[in-house]
């Protein structure tokens, strides 16, 4: 199972980015995918995740990004992708894609619920 993240970059207070998470090894569909941040000093920490097409493909946000933040899968591509808008200079870090092998009935933001990752795709943002 592999998983690339791509799309980071380096952008302005307010601007927005579009990252990318192709997958290979696994039907994104039948998986829940997860952004997840870590920023240097601190741990990582959960960004969203959408649910398998199963459960509904529902997405599921922090608090910290809801509203600015959106987290959409294209099936026929087998990526996840999290579109970023009005950036903070919280939100620079690098950013890692996750992949539960199972189902779990919790919220699945922890770390540990996922199985694979990314490499991670770092953001900056600058004023």
């Known amino acids: 199972v592999q998983l690339q993240a791509s799309g980071g970059g380096s952008v302005q207070v307010g601007g927005s980015l579009r990252l990318s998470c192709a997958a290979s090894g696994r039907t994104v569909s039948r998986h829940t995918v997860a952004w997840f941040r870590q920023a240097p000093g601190k741990e990582r920490e959960f960004v969203a995740n959408i649910r398998r097409s199963a459960y509904g493909g529902s997405g599921n946000y922090a608090d910290s990004v809801k509203g600015r933040f959106t987290i959409s899968r294209d099936n026929a591509k087998n990526a996840v992708y999290l579109q970023m808008n009005s950036l903070k200079f919280e939100d620079m870090a690098v950013y890692y894609c996750?992949?539960?092998?199972?189902?779990?009935?919790?919220?699945?933001?922890?770390?540990?619920?996922?199985?694979?990752w990314g490499q991670g795709t770092l953001v900056t943002v600058s004023s």
């Open positions: 996750g992949l539960a092998e199972r189902h779990l009935t919790g919220p699945m933001t922890r770390a540990s619920d996922f199985d694979y």
